[in-house]
């Protein structure tokens, strides 16, 4: 049984990506670095990594060429906020940070409250605040 889980992503430039998840709030795993080829982005209470690898390492992996995004997405990366507020400033953070967003904060189902933005690689992160009270 696996004990550990992360997330790989590719993006063309470490330090940018770095400087764009920092300003949203978020640590860089210190123990493993930030190098030119990858940097350990940690996520939520549990720390569950994501790894970024420039371009080059992330396709060396997979031993092919990764597909581009520009057009869709293969996944929808969604984390939790703990306020309607905390989403419209993650979502400004983002944005502010070099970020955008076709999808502004707006209520959902009636007991979700989110936004879709994309980073600088054009992957996709939900911020969701669920208010459980109001849940159907």
Known sequence: MPKQFWINLP??????????F?????????????????ACLLMGEKGVVLMLFNESTFNGFMN???????????????????????VDAIAQLAINAGGSTSHKPSQM????????????????????????????
Do not use: P
């Not at 949203?24 to 030119?36: A, K």
């Not at 092919?64 to 507020?85: C, F, P, T, W």
């Not at 189902?109 to 879709?116: E, L, T």
């Open 11 to 20: 993006v063309k430039n470490i330090n940018a990506s770095v400087a764009f």
């Open 22 to 38: 920092t300003s949203l709030g978020f640590t860089f795993n210190e123990q493993h670095g930030v190098s030119d080829t990858s």
């Open 64 to 86: 092919r060429e990764n597909q581009q995004i520009a057009y869709g997405s293969e996944v929808l990366l969604s984390i939790s906020a703990d306020s309607k507020e905390e």
């Open 109 to 136: 189902q009636g007991w979700m409250y989110g936004c879709v933005f994309s980073d600088l690689d054009g992957h996709l992160w939900n911020v969701l605040y669920m208010d459980m009270t109001q849940m159907v």
